[in-house]
């Protein structure tokens, strides 16, 4: 990622004022529901947002230099940002949006696959999801976090087949119960 100071279109010294200015002007132009979903405007509204948190957080270039081979440059550092994007639109239940810009990060860590749990339970994709969780913790297994969301997907699954084998197919409640559940995790976890 560049410099988020330039990525905002901002200098270094400005004021909040401007900083938040300069984001809605952005915000505005590139807000994927401005944009019907356009792929490049989803991308780049990540990359808006993450910078923005940067700035207002005050760790925007915190012992990093924003020449040839700095942190921004780096792929972690974009993968960082997405992830960021990718957790705003999560906590804001817009699951599409973060599958979308999931499908843009080529290194598939644990953490990846967690997200794409999340993501994918929330719209639904159940099995998706659940083989992501699974993924997420045979590639780091002592992570809680990725525990958790595994053993919720396999016990909605349980308790749904349950209900359903006990009352017949009553719809979507187990998709309803499993996404509840996965907002309620990721809330803990966020805050």
């Given at each position: 990622?560049?410099?988020p100071y330039k990525v905002l279109g901002v200098s270094r010294d400005a004021s909040d004022e401007e900083i938040?200015?300069?984001?809605?002007?952005?915000?505005?132009?590139?807000?994927?529901?401005?944009?019907?979903?356009?792929?490049?405007?989803?991308?780049?509204?990540?990359?808006?947002?993450?910078?923005?948190?940067?700035?207002?957080?005050?760790?925007a270039g915190s012992s990093y230099g924003y020449g040839g081979s700095s942190y921004y440059g780096?792929?972690?550092?974009?993968?960082?940002?997405?992830?960021?994007?990718?957790?705003?639109?999560?906590?804001?239940?817009?699951?599409?949006?973060?599958?979308?810009?999931?499908?843009?990060?080529?290194?598939?860590?644990?953490?990846?696959?967690?997200?794409?749990?999340?993501?994918?339970?929330?719209?639904?994709?159940?099995?998706?999801?659940?083989?992501?969780?699974?993924?997420?913790?045979?590639?780091?297994?002592?992570?809680?976090?990725?525990?958790?969301?595994?053993?919720?997907?396999?016990?909605?699954?349980?308790?749904?087949?349950?209900?359903?084998?006990?009352?017949?197919?009553?719809?979507?409640?187990?998709?309803?119960?499993?996404?509840?559940?996965?907002?309620?995790?990721?809330?803990?976890?966020?805050?």
């Open positions: 990622m560049k410099d938040s200015r300069a984001y809605r002007k952005l915000a505005k132009k590139y807000h994927p529901d401005l944009n019907n979903g356009d792929e490049y405007s989803t991308k780049k509204m990540g990359e808006i947002n993450a910078a923005y948190d940067e700035v207002k957080n005050g760790t780096s792929s972690s550092s974009s993968e960082f940002n997405n992830f960021s994007a990718v957790k705003q639109y999560i906590a804001m239940g817009r699951y599409a949006e973060a599958i979308n810009i999931l499908s843009g990060v080529s290194n598939r860590s644990a953490e990846w696959y967690y997200y794409s749990a999340i993501a994918h339970a929330g719209i639904g994709n159940r099995i998706t999801a659940l083989g992501h969780a699974q993924k997420a913790v045979e590639m780091d297994p002592y992570n809680q976090e990725y525990q958790r969301i595994l053993n919720t997907l396999q016990g909605g699954g349980r308790s749904y087949q349950q209900q359903r084998s006990t009352f017949g197919d009553i719809g979507n409640i187990g998709t309803y119960c499993v996404r509840f559940a996965l907002l309620n995790l990721f809330c803990l976890w966020c805050c």
